[in-house]
Nanobody
Framework: QVQLVESGGGLVQPGGSLRLSCAAS????????MGWYRQAPGKQRELVAG???????NYADSVKGRFTISRDNAKNTVYLQMNSLKPEDTAVYYC???????????????WGQGTQVTVSS
């Protein structure tokens, strides 16, 4: 069994910062791409940022220059540093990771349970 557990969400004022963490645990042989998605009420889930196993990153245009994704492969953890937060960043944030559970099985995507981020004064 594999679990992705997010933490770090909460309420923050506009212009503030939050750091999200997502730790993968369980029967894990390999982890490939990891990423953060978000879903606001009434909207589709969208990619916020992604990072490959080699450290290459990509970002949604709406968060470029404000958010930074990173990972610690030794801890099976991905982070999202969010600065200069805006009310439109309010959403449930989900982490995602491509995980292979055994040596010769392909990786498949796993999702965390989500953490609420609310940006409001």
């Amino acid at each position: 069994q594999v679990q992705l557990v997010e933490s770090g969400g909460g309420l923050v004022q506009p212009g503030g910062s939050l750091r999200l963490s997502c730790a993968a645990s369980g029967s894990i042989f390999s982890i490939g791409d990891m990423g953060w998605y978000r879903q606001a009420p009434g909207k589709q889930r969208e990619l916020v940022a992604g990072i490959t196993s080699g450290g290459s990153t990509n970002y949604a245009d709406s968060v470029k220059g404000r958010f930074t994704i990173s990972r610690d492969n030794a801890k099976n953890t991905v982070y999202l540093q969010m600065n200069s937060l805006k009310p439109e960043d309010t959403a449930v944030y989900y982490c995602n990771a491509d995980i292979g559970r055994w040596r010769f099985t392909p990786q498949r995507p796993y999702w965390g349970q989500g953490t609420q981020v609310t940006v409001s004064s």
